[in-house]
């Protein structure tokens, strides 16, 4: 009662940083070698913390893409420098 599953990505990171009560979900059995393994598939939370979560996964994914872009951008810039001072010299 009161409870959502969420299945995105690293949502169980996100709720710990924010110290939000959450709880692995397990969703059956997966047959691997001869044994069942548990399938653990995304997190429970309360109904009021559905939204503060999907708000700060959105921040998140924006927060992740800006510094993939800055990390590119120094490598295209280191790249053209190691360029253009190997033609120079």
């Not at 710990?16 to 959450?22: H, T």
């Not at 995304?42 to 503060?52: E, Y």
């Amino acid at each position: 009662p009161g409870l959502t599953h969420m299945e995105q990505p690293r949502l169980a990171g996100i709720a710990r940083k924010l110290g939000i009560p959450y709880a692995p979900c397990m969703l059956g059995f997966e047959p691997h070698g001869g044994r069942g393994t548990p399938l653990i598939r995304g997190i429970v939370v309360h109904d009021h913390n559905v939204a503060l979560i999907r708000e700060a996964s959105i921040e998140w994914e924006s927060h992740v893409v800006e510094k993939e872009r800055n990390e590119r951008r120094k490598e295209v810039l280191k790249k053209w420098k190691r360029l253009v001072v190997g033609l120079l010299t």
